[in-house]
């Protein structure tokens, strides 16, 4: 039995990730980490098997890593409309006090890694997303806040870090099924800038979802950074070890 702890577990990713892992209970025992506990309820009908705390407080942090083997980093800040949006105008977009990307996405991160390893946590899978090598991406004009930029400094700390890492950067998240399409994986930005048939960039949440999983089985995926797209017209991926080896350590 390995035990992970999954991060961001009430998000629309991470609480398939959550379920996916608990489905394997004869595998892993999976634990959620949340700050609301309404929302693990609504997400799961339940409370059980989660750890309520905030990434940015090192004590939470450390109380819900004891005994675990795994982390799984699923939190990202989110940008909201900082007033109410005007009939046919897009809203300005922002970030909440205390959620913008250097808080959540550098520093939050960095502290969950760092807390990861004075718990003596193995292996560690974060999620990201591609766009990171572009300074000039839109989503970095969100808020002033950067978002990919911080994501990409605390890929390059967590690779430092000396944990086992995987990091799995997805293409545009689609609220579609899993297990249907042939994933792909790439390097810096590739598969974003020039996806191979013209397929779109994007892939379904519960295939990130299952990456997850796969990362922490495969000891392809351990010590790899990749992009990841899907493509709806090629062959189901079915052999994730030889799908991993595809991949590259480092940024």
Known sequence: ??????????????????????????????????????????RFGATDGFVFGDIRDRVSLNSAL??????????????????????????????APGGTPEEVDYRGQLNQIDAAKEAGVEQIVLVGSMGGTDENHFL????NGKILIWKRKAE???????IDYTIIRAGGLLDEPGEQRELLVGQDDTLLTNPPNGIKPSIPRADVAE?????????????????????????????????????????
């Open 1 to 42: 039995m390995k035990k992970v702890l999954v991060t961001g577990a009430t998000g629309r990713t991470g609480s398939i990730v959550l379920q996916k892992l608990r489905d394997r209970n004869d595998v892993f025992e999976a634990m959620g980490f949340a700050r609301s506990p309404e929302k693990a309820k609504e």
């Open 66 to 95: 004891q005994g675990c083997q795994a982390l799984v980093i699923l939190t990202s800040a989110v940008p909201q409309p900082l007033s109410p949006p005007q009939p046919g105008q897009r809203p300005d977009m922002g970030f």
């Open 140 to 143: 970095n004009s969100i808020g």
């Open 156 to 162: 390059a700390y967590l690779i430092e870090s000396g």
């Open 211 to 251: 990456l997850v999983v796969r990362a922490l089985l495969e000891p392809n995926a351990r010590n790899k950074a990749f992009d990841t797209i899907s493509n709806p017209e090629g062959e189901v991926t079915r052999d994730f070890a030889a799908l991993f080896s595809q991949t590259t350590p480092g940024l």
